[in-house]
């Protein structure tokens, strides 16, 4: 879960220097909407649903003694292939 975090933190990091950077090109690349390049460089559309299993792997993973391994592993598979399908290696 906090390397899942880290990844998100990383990837609103890099959203907010690609923004610094297209605040020079609003007219030439977004038509001078700054909502159009707010959109461009954090992509939404995934923002909700990785801090919603981020979340839920953190709430699963409260009790970590009573917990079977094999929910561990399998917690950090998913973060793993989120990480991969969502772009954030």
């Avoid at 159009?36 to 939404?44: E, H, I, K």
Wanted: glycine letters at 12%; a neutral charge.
């Amino acid at each position: 879960t906090l390397h899942l975090a880290a990844l998100q933190i990383g990837a609103l990091l890099k959203g907010t220097c690609y923004l610094a950077e297209e605040i020079f090109h609003l007219q030439s690349r977004h038509g001078g909407s700054f909502w159009r390049a707010l959109s461009a460089c954090f992509p939404l559309r995934w923002n909700g649903p990785l801090l919603l299993i981020c979340g839920s792997a953190y709430v699963a993973l409260l009790d970590g003694e009573g917990q079977p391994l094999s929910l561990h592993l399998g917690l950090a598979s998913l973060c793993q292939l989120l990480n991969i399908a969502l772009g954030l290696h």
